[in-house]
């Protein structure tokens, strides 16, 4: 690999890392935000949190419907944005560290 090709690797890992804590972040004000519509603190008629809702919605929808086909709502409870959560945490933030050591154990 070229001299600068380690660099590039880590700067990648830095953007992969920070985008999925900035997205754990958006499901976190989603499920706030969810939470607060259900129980009538947020006015759905109001445009501004219309809207907000419609933005959370489509940046989290794509991830966590496939994981609410699999997993059962117990109690109508939710819980794919923790699985999804819990998924980013303990396994895609470690794999992308295991990835990082072994480019730069590769000559990165």
């Not at 804590?21 to 006015?43: H, K």
């Not at 959370?56 to 609410?68: H, N």
């Not at 709502?73 to 560290?97: A, E, K, R, W």
Request: hydrophobic share 55%; glycine share 8%; proline share 6%.
């Amino acid at each position: 690999m070229a001299e600068g090709s380690g660099s590039i690797v880590f700067v990648l890992f830095v953007i992969l890392t920070r985008v999925l804590e900035i997205y754990c972040w958006i499901l976190l004000v989603s499920c706030i935000f969810v939470n607060l519509y259900a129980f009538g603190i947020l006015d759905s008629r109001n445009q501004i949190v219309w809207k907000i809702g419609v933005f959370l919605e489509r940046l989290t929808e794509p991830v966590l419907a496939p994981v609410r086909r699999v997993l059962p709502t117990p109690g109508g409870i939710d819980f794919s944005p923790m699985v999804v959560l819990l998924l980013i945490q303990y396994v895609l933030q470690p794999t992308l560290v295991k990835l990082l050591y072994l480019s730069m154990e590769n000559g990165g």
